[in-house]
């Protein structure tokens, strides 16, 4: 199963942009896609159609964000919602070195904030709410099935 590729709208009506290109980056927005497409309480839904310009604290430059999902539902809410794995969500732990991995990924931390803080004021100007999903928003909310990793082969111990 591929982890990227072309999502098809199946209710094309309740999809706020070009339903024929809706491309999905991971398993996870995939199956948000196909929540939102069957869920009966989303009544117009869209995926990376919203940009957020950002200012990234790093380069001191404007950026353009695109929100993974924005979703109406039939209580007139709305949401932008950005769907990341929990580990991006937490300041990355340090272990006594800067490594290239330490670096990375607190780069893409301060990003990440950057971004969501834009997100959370373009959000909330507009009366919308912003939210990020992560494996465990989508395994509580039945969205994604929950890790299934199969168990190494038992091995017995030679003496």
């Not at 490594?99 to 990375?104: E, G, I, L, Q, R």
């Not at 709410?129 to 929950?146: A, H, R, S, Y």
């Amino acid at each position: 199963m591929a982890y990227s590729g072309k999502y098809r709208v199946k209710n094309t009506s309740k999809y706020n942009g070009d339903p024929t290109n809706v491309v999905y980056r991971s398993l996870w927005e995939r199956y948000c896609f196909k929540w939102c497409d069957e869920n009966p309480s989303v009544i117009k839904w869209s995926s990376e159609e919203t940009i957020v310009p950002y200012l990234y604290e790093v380069d001191k430059k404007y950026h353009r964000y695109f929100v993974d999902l924005k979703i109406t539902f039939n209580n007139k809410e709305t949401w932008l919602i950005e769907i990341k794995p929990k580990k991006q969500t937490t300041v990355p732990e340090y272990k006594g070195r800067k490594t290239k991995k330490y670096v990375t990924e607190s780069l893409e931390y301060i990003k990440n904030q950057n971004k969501w803080k834009a997100a959370k004021n373009f959000a909330a100007d507009r009366g919308w709410k912003f939210v990020v999903w992560t494996e465990e928003t989508l395994e509580g909310m039945g969205i994604k099935p929950k890790s299934t990793k199969p168990l190494k082969p038992f091995r017995k111990k030679h003496k």
